[in-house]
T-cell receptor, first 114, second 113 residues
């Protein structure tokens, strides 16, 4: 089965610094989703990537899906305390019937120190 | 627009008790999901329903049953709760399997003593 490995597991950065979170798949990715979770709350959708080489940005967050479609990165520029939380990547198991099932990485816990 | 609504938000059970977690979505989505989230384990899929009338096992289905009551509602039942089922449970839904994001509920924190 497909596994998604996120790195690092946790990250502490000073406000204003840039950071990158990686999500690596054991198999080809048929789409990749990034979510953010604040403690005790549900998951908030950030971005979805579908094609190899695709890059999307929203405010200070940029996500890329590499050409070989087995890795995605999430980059935050000039981090703020509001960026703190747990970031999770998720992906469908396959392009066929398995596309109904989304598997997720274990998450990266981000802390931003003012 | 409420999105995905889960009830209850918190629940404490004794070992062996049963309970049903309720989930409803008002977005006319076809697919619905139940996940559990445990420290260090991330989100794991319990069961999903690709469309009304169908349900399928996910990664960790043992000890659970589900019912897709209608297009809006998807419930998760614990027949005989065990401490290993202490977790945060999330319901989610989406319109189509491809090219559509999952919408998540706010979660149910369940403790089994």
């Amino acid at each position: 089965s497909q596994e998604l490995e996120q790195s690092p597991q946790s990250l502490i950065v000073q406000e204003g610094k840039n950071l990158t979170i990686n999500c690596t798949s054991s198999k080809t990715l048929y789409g990749l989703y990034w979510y953010k979770q604040k403690y005790g709350e549900g998951l908030i959708f950030l971005m979805m990537l579908q094609k190899g080489g695709e890059e999307k940005s929203h405010e200070k967050i940029t996500a890329k899906l590499d050409e070989k479609k087995q890795q995605s990165s999430l980059h935050i520029t000039a981090s703020q305390p509001s960026h703190a939380g747990i970031y999770l990547c998720g992906a469908p198991l396959s392009s066929g019937a398995g596309s109904y099932q989304l598997t997720f990485g274990k998450g990266t816990k981000l802390s931003v120190i003012p | 627009n409420a999105g995905v609504t889960q009830t209850p938000k918190f629940q404490v059970l004794k070992t062996g008790q049963s309970m049903t977690l309720q989930c409803a979505q008002d977005m006319n989505h076809n697919s619905m999901y139940w996940y559990r989230q445990d420290p260090g384990m991330g989100l794991r899929l319990i069961y999903y329903s690709a469309s009304e009338g169908t349900t399928d096992k996910g990664e960790v289905p043992n000890g659970y049953n589900v019912s897709r009551l209608n297009k809006r509602e998807f419930s998760l039942r614990l027949e005989s709760a065990a401490p290993s089922q202490t977790s945060v449970y999330f319901c989610a839904s989406r319109a189509r399997p491809l090219n559509e994001k999952l919408f998540f509920g706010s979660g149910t924190q369940l403790s089994v003593l």
